[in-house]
């Protein structure tokens, strides 16, 4: 394992499971600091003033990780508005105010940075019954983009990742999902069936995967790229 993060300071979202908690280990182990964000530890990444409290936590750092989401699968027709309104929220207001905090330290210690947020597929490619996440992370992608082009004059970095499927704990809260698991008899049968159907490349990105992507965007490797958004759909968009 490389050290190309030594000495760096990290923020990752959503870091407790899934994605994030797969980049937060693969950026600890090649040296760099995590301050972790999760609602499950009770820092809320809607909350204004959690925000503002952290900020002398965050004065020093170097990435962010925007990863804090959460899913939802409703047709138009039968949304909620207080659904969508939470999907948007986290994922959306969620995504601007860890940017916010995290360029304001980064342009406050004038050395920039790099952040990558992340999006979806779903952002891109539409699909029945993805309306209130899919717009939120079409949201999320615009978002980065411009935080690429208001950042660029102070040295940051802003890149989006669109994953496709990836085996995060995200679908076990699908009832669809644990429809399949229940008619195939396994949740990695579940998952390799949805795969085979889905993408041409018959398979599911792991957690692990898309933090090495994520990671590569943070890296001095990407020192040109900004304003990009990484597809790794396994040719879903195809």
């Given at each position: 394992m490389s050290n190309r993060f030594s000495g760096r300071h990290a923020l990752v979202t959503g870091h407790a499971s899934g994605i994030g908690a797969a980049t937060a280990k693969l950026l600890a182990a090649e040296g760099a600091r995590i301050?972790?964000?999760?609602?499950?530890?009770?820092?809320?990444?809607?909350?204004?003033?959690?925000?503002?409290?952290?900020?002398?936590?965050?004065?020093?750092?170097?990435?962010?990780?925007?990863?804090?989401?959460?899913?939802?699968?409703?047709?138009?027709?039968?949304?909620?508005?207080?659904?969508w309104r939470r999907t948007q929220s986290v994922n959306l207001d969620?995504?601007?105010?860890?940017?916010?905090?995290?360029?304001?330290?980064?342009?406050?210690?004038?050395?920039?940075?790099?952040?990558?947020v992340t999006a979806s597929i779903s952002g891109i490619k539409a699909e029945a019954g993805t309306a209130a996440y899919?717009?939120?992370k079409a949201g999320v992608i615009q978002l980065a983009r411009v935080a690429a082009k208001e950042g660029a004059p102070h040295g940051i970095r802003v890149n989006a990742i669109a994953p496709g499927g990836v085996d995060t704990p995200m679908w076990d809260g699908a009832d669809f999902f644990a429809d399949m698991v229940r008619e195939l008899g396994s949740r990695d049968a579940a998952l390799a069936a949805m795969a085979r159907e889905a993408t041409?490349?018959?398979?599911?990105?792991?957690?692990?995967?898309?933090?090495?992507?994520?990671?590569?965007?943070?890296?001095?490797?990407?020192?040109?790229?900004?304003?990009?958004?990484?597809?790794?759909?396994g040719g879903y968009s195809l």
């Open positions: 301050t972790g964000v999760d609602r499950a530890e009770g820092r809320d990444v809607t909350d204004p003033a959690m925000w503002d409290a952290l900020a002398p936590q965050l004065a020093d750092i170097d990435f962010a990780i925007v990863n804090a989401g959460v899913s939802s699968g409703t047709p138009i027709v039968d949304i909620d508005l207080a659904d969620g995504a601007m105010l860890t940017i916010r905090a995290a360029m304001r330290a980064m342009i406050a210690h004038g050395r920039g940075g790099a952040i990558v899919g717009a939120s041409p490349l018959g398979r599911w990105a792991s957690a692990d995967e898309t933090a090495r992507q994520i990671a590569f965007l943070l890296s001095d490797d990407a020192a040109s790229i900004t304003g990009a958004v990484l597809t790794a759909d």
